[in-house]
């Protein structure tokens, strides 16, 4: 699997990514042709060589002549939707500024359809984020790490006035990323930057093993104490990583059984990775249940506001834990009895479980009127026949 890691030593920022991803090999004629399917009015986009504290590195550069245009998220959604970009980016910009937009209005207590892009609405803005989302598609990168991300320190004039760094909107994309501030007097992290890694990226505290292909380099705008860069590896990656989750846990005696089923179904459309109860004890002797909910990094706000909803918890644990998980693939076999989806798992590239869908089987052993365990055995066969052929 071809994968990248973000060294954002420097911070991050939307014209430092495309930079990287155009000195990776990203031609910027691509980008020309894929960004005419955008119908964001007149600009020019650009990219040239230059040297960064002795380190040789690409800068994206986007010429607008747009005097100030101030968009909400309805008119980008619409922009994107309305577009001809492939599904994947065109989904994939989607999000990172529904991310802005939803940082936004937590910030001005907004709701998002209120809330005005500023800096991160113009011209520009869009064209870092959609050539991001086309270059990463574009390069084959398959999945994305980043390292701890720097942000700078001291303030920064916004639309808004003096804004303290790292500014609000970055610093509420960036919840759940591991940050540090580098003590840098300047923003070296931007909204844009931010949503766009939070939209990809894994976090680790290394780099990823892997066999290296390629090192690109992003640079940006301010010339600083060290190497203004964002540097990209892109490899093949050697092994299988642990991905850093957050485990969020709360101790509940006195909320009803139904309610406590609903909370678990409702965490899950959230988006919880996983969510179980586990009995125990607590004062006075009273019988209760432990919630655990398993959700990845940048999520956790919406489960905490659903537990506190929906339960009547005062309290919650949040801890950090390195999570492995195998590749799933669900395989659709025919048997003598009928079609029965099969959850195939792998790991390293060898099979680890077959598991036949339990709602297939059991419908098929009552309509036969034979043993579930039988039905199993014909769907596990199939599979593995059918994995053979493969």
């Not at 009895?337 to 099979?351: F, Q, S, T």
Request: with cysteine; net charge negative.
């Amino acid at each position: 699997m071809k994968v990248a890691f973000f060294d954002c030593f420097a911070g991050v920022s939307g014209d430092m990514i495309v930079g990287a991803l155009i000195d990776l090999g990203l031609p910027i004629e691509v980008l020309e042709v894929e960004l005419k399917k955008v119908p964001i009015g007149d600009y020019e986009i650009s990219a040239n060589r230059l040297t960064k504290h002795y380190i040789g590195a690409t800068k994206f550069y986007v010429a607008t002549g747009e005097q100030k245009v101030v968009r909400t998220w309805s008119n980008i959604r619409e922009l994107l939707e309305e577009s001809k970009l492939s599904d994947r980016v065109k989904s994939n910009s989607l999000s990172v500024f529904l991310r802005i937009a939803e940082a936004e209005a937590r910030i001005h207590r907004k709701t998002i359809e209120q809330v005005h892009f500023h800096e991160v609405g113009g011209v520009d803005a869009i064209v870092d984020v959609v050539s991001s989302a086309i270059g990463i598609d574009y390069l084959g990168i398959q999945k994305v790490y980043s390292s701890p991300v720097a942000t700078g320190i001291g303030m920064v004039k916004t639309e808004h006035g003096m804004l303290p760094l790292p500014a609000p909107a970055t610093l509420e994309i960036l919840k759940g990323a591991p940050i540090y501030s580098s003590g840098i007097a300047a923003e070296l992290t931007t909204p844009t930057g931010a949503a766009i890694l939070m939209q990809y990226a894994t976090f680790l505290e290394e780099i990823p093993q892997m066999e290296l292909e390629a090192i690109g380099y992003g640079a940006g705008a301010r010339e600083l104490e060290i190497p203004n860069v964002l540097r990209v590896f892109t490899g093949e990656e050697v092994e299988e990583r642990a991905e850093i989750v957050s485990l969020i846990e709360a101790n509940i005696d006195d909320v009803p059984a139904e309610v406590l089923g609903y909370t678990m179904e409702a965490l899950l459309e959230l988006g919880a990775l996983d969510v179980w109860f586990t009995p125990i004890g607590m004062k006075k002797n009273r019988p209760a249940v432990a919630l655990s909910a398993l959700v990845p990094l940048g999520q956790e706000e919406m489960v905490i506001d659903m537990i506190f909803s929906e339960t009547s918890t005062l309290g919650l644990r949040i801890s950090k834990h390195a999570r492995m998980v195998a590749e799933r693939e669900t395989l659709r076999v025919e048997t003598p009895l009928g079609r029965i989806r099969v959850k195939v798992g792998k790991y390293k590239g060898k099979v680890i479980t077959i598991a036949p869908e339990y709602d297939d089987c059991s419908k098929i052993a009552m309509q036969k009127g034979l043993p579930l365990r039988e039905i199993y055995g014909l769907a596990r066969e199939a599979a593995t026949e059918r994995m053979k052929k493969d």
